[in-house]
């Protein structure tokens, strides 16, 4: 090991208020030190922009991870093995591992797994085989167990989670419902993902069209944004309904978080509200991940994967581009070579 590779990072400058800007964040660049024995030196190639990342800039110490005025940011990365003290890794071989957005990692191999290519490419293990579509695959079919008799709403449908968590209650025979920001991304849901209906959360009328399409009853609601579209969901939840917190997007840049109103709705319908985390499901990715490629070879299910390619400085503007809901699928910053 020499030190011809010279890092970049991306690290908290300023804690953001609302929704991040572009000066919230600086560049540092850095020679890397030799490797150790068993350390492994990663050219990241992909990025993954994640929506949870905004609850951690928060300055306070009430959530997990938090990062902190110059920190690294925490971030998902694909990446390719260039050198290797570790015997357990070869030159070449593509990694997944949650090791900040930087241009290279050295890892000791405990904190990535590697990707098998031959289930999916490289971009598709942030989206439908990293996180997201391990979510989506365990808190639908473990937590909401949708079936054709069921009436499914997805909140935050366009997004990493929510794209693939669609499709997966499709699979399961039931009628699913979206919403998300634009009409654009609406015709999306329905037209490429299969959704049987789609709604505009930023139209006066999406409730009243919401209760029409559900036939006034939802027996689930996987919810990725909570604010106002879960809390008046939660009037029409149905006996015995789920209410599945898979994140809360709307509430992320907030000062102060917002729970529901509607509570009141559980009680009577004998419903529940169901927290998740994925990471609880670690020793069963294995098998998720073998059923989510099937599905994909078998046409069975997309893994909408919104590529962007550009420098690691790219990340502030994408990370913002993320909150103003331009992203189809799960946002990915792909680093040019
Ligand atoms: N429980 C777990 O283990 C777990 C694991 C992974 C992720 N999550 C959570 O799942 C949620 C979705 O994550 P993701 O990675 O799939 O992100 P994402 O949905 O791909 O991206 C964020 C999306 O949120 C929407 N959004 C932004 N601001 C909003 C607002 N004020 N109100 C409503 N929607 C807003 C935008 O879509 P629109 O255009 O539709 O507004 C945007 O595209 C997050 O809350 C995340 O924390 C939980």
Request: hydrophobic share 35%; glycine share 8%; charged share 30%.
């Amino acid at each position: 090991m020499n030190n011809k590779y010279f890092n970049k990072k991306i690290i908290l400058s300023n804690y953001p208020v609302g929704l991040s800007k572009k000066d919230d964040f600086s560049v540092i660049a850095e020679e890397i030190d030799p490797l150790n024995d068993n350390d492994i030196l990663i050219k990241t190639k992909y990025v993954g922009i994640d929506a949870a990342l905004r609850l951690l800039l928060r300055d306070s110490d009430d959530f997990l991870f938090r990062v902190k005025k110059d920190d690294l940011i925490r971030g998902s990365i694909v990446g390719e093995v260039i050198e290797s003290k570790n015997p357990k890794f070869s030159e070449g071989d593509y990694v997944l591992g949650s090791l900040g957005v930087q241009k290279y990692c050295v890892s000791t191999g405990e904190d990535i797994e590697k990707c098998d290519l031959s289930l999916a490419n490289p971009e598709l293990w942030l989206s439908g085989m990293g996180i997201p579509g391990l979510t989506a695959y365990f808190s639908l079919l473990d937590v909401c167990k949708p079936s054709p008799d069921k009436n499914v709403l997805i909140t935050g449908a366009a997004g990493a989670v929510g794209s693939i968590a669609g499709q997966i209650a499709k699979l399961a025979g039931s009628k699913v419902i979206g919403t998300t920001s634009s009409d654009e991304k609406c015709k999306w849901l329905i037209e490429e993902l299969g959704y049987d209906y789609a709604i505009n959360y930023k139209n006066k009328d999406w409730f009243e069209k919401l209760s029409s399409v559900s036939d006034k009853r939802l027996d689930i609601i996987f919810d990725n944004t909570g604010g106002h579209v879960m809390d008046e969901s939660l009037k029409i939840i149905g006996m015995k309904g789920i209410v599945l917190l898979c994140g809360s997007t709307s509430q992320y840049s907030e000062n102060e978080i917002k729970g529901p109103n509607n509570y009141i709705w559980l009680g009577t319908m004998r419903a529940r509200l169901q927290g998740f985390v994925i990471f609880d499901y670690e020793d069963r990715y294995e098998e998720a991940r073998i059923n989510l490629s099937k599905w994909l070879n078998e046409e069975k299910l997309k893994m909408p994967t919104h590529l962007v390619e550009g420098d690691i400085d790219k990340f502030p503007e994408i990370f913002e581009d993320l909150y103003k809901g331009k992203n189809y699928g799960k946002f990915v910053l792909k680093l040019k070579d």
